[in-house]
């Protein structure tokens, strides 16, 4: 069983910076693939960015790329998402996600029913 717990979250006012991060339990950290995804209030919840075991590669969805980036410390067993320029549309609950399988495809990271566990999430709120 592996426990996800998000931090990170705020309110900032538009074009501002916040960095998220989630901490994860268990032994086997660096063999997950983790992700993060977002919720909007009405909206389905949708992929943001994912990153390999590893952390040498990193896909982002297009409307944060250049804004927002994936990162993890396979040591500290903690991955993060570091979000500039901030849009009011960026508004949503931010949850972080961990594949146990962590095999890396263009056909799963961005799919929910890719990840086992999910963290509880972090509210972002981003005023214009």
């Known amino acids: 069983q592996v426990q996800l717990v998000e931090s990170g979250g705020g309110l900032v006012q538009a074009g501002g910076s916040l960095r998220l991060s989630c901490t994860a339990s268990g032994r086997t950290f660096s063999s997950y693939l983790m992700a993060w995804f977002r919720q909007a209030p009405g909206k389905e919840r949708e992929f943001v960015a994912a990153?390999?075991?590893?952390?040498?590669?990193?896909t982002e969805v297009d409307f944060v790329k250049g804004r927002f980036t994936i990162s993890r410390d396979n040591a500290k067993n903690m991955v993060y998402l570091q979000m500039n320029s901030l849009k009011p549309e960026d508004t949503a609950v931010y949850y972080c996600?961990?594949?146990?399988?962590?095999?890396?495809?263009?056909?799963?990271?961005?799919?929910?029913?890719?990840?086992?566990?999910w963290g509880q999430g972090t509210q972002v709120t981003v005023s214009s």
């Open positions: 990153i390999s075991r590893g952390g040498g590669t990193t």
């Open positions: 996600a961990a594949d146990p399988r962590g095999i890396w495809s263009a056909r799963r990271w961005s799919l929910r029913a890719s990840y086992d566990y």
